[in-house]
């Protein structure tokens, strides 16, 4: 996609700002371009959270999220580099540091990144039993994962998930929404799983974890 903010968004758009904080609880809140700046910064106005503005500081980084009519949800990641008041109203100037992409899951944040994750499921005959498969993941958002692994699964098999995070291990209950064989491979299968009934202190734990990951990334030019 046009890697320039000034063909994409204009002033005027409504965007939504995602915030991770000292805690890594992450907060998203809303707020409009009050102007683009240059092709790669903007202008805009400080979000209001709780009927206040939220402070947001000079070296903030963070995830800038905007709408395209037809074409779905688009974020980058961004920088604050500079804080004014015109006309008694608080701006932002916002750094593009990332480039733009597309949402792949409505809200979610979906990562490119290598887990070796625990697949558990109920055996077939017996109920009780409870059968283990290894698998690797291709990438993961707060909705969901995809995991590559040698075992078939059908579509809407309820299983669990148990996924390392840094120097903790999460589980979470799934969903398989896609299962498809990988190309030239005669048994690896690429699935698509959709966590349900996910508690919300852990969903936070993913997308903070994912954020994290984000800015080594860019700490290393890598986007």
Same mark, same amino acid.
């Given at each position: 996609?046009? &890697? ?94 990332? &480039? ?84 030239? &491979? ?38």
């Amino acid at each position: 996609m046009n &890697s320039n903010i000034s063909s994409l968004i204009k002033a005027g758009d409504n965007i939504e700002i995602e915030i991770i904080n000292k805690d890594l609880d992450s907060l998203t809140v809303k707020s409009t371009v009050a102007n683009i700046h240059s092709d790669n910064v903007i202008v805009i106005t400080t979000p209001i959270y709780k009927g206040r503005f939220y402070p947001i500081h000079v070296g903030k980084k963070l995830n800038v999220i905007f709408c395209k009519k037809n074409r779905g949800k688009y974020y980058f990641l961004g920088e604050v580099i500079k804080r004014e008041n015109k006309d008694k109203i608080p701006l932002l100037y916002i750094n593009k540091t990332g &480039s733009i992409r597309k949402m792949q899951r409505r809200e979610f944040f979906r990562l490119d990144i290598i887990l070796n994750v625990i697949i558990e499921i109920n055996n077939d005959e017996d109920e009780n039993e409870v059968k283990q498969i290894n698998a690797v993941s291709k990438d993961i958002s707060g909705g969901g994962i995809r995991i590559i692994c040698k075992e078939k699964l059908n579509l809407n098999r309820l299983l669990k998930c148990i996924i390392p995070l840094d120097n903790e291990t999460v589980e979470l209950n799934g969903k398989v929404v896609r299962c498809q064989k990988v190309p030239d &491979s005669i048994s690896k299968y690429d699935i698509g799983i959709e966590f349900v009934d996910i508690d919300e202190s852990i969903r936070k734990k993913i997308i903070s974890f994912i954020f994290k990951k984000q800015r080594k990334i860019i700490k290393k030019g890598l986007i």
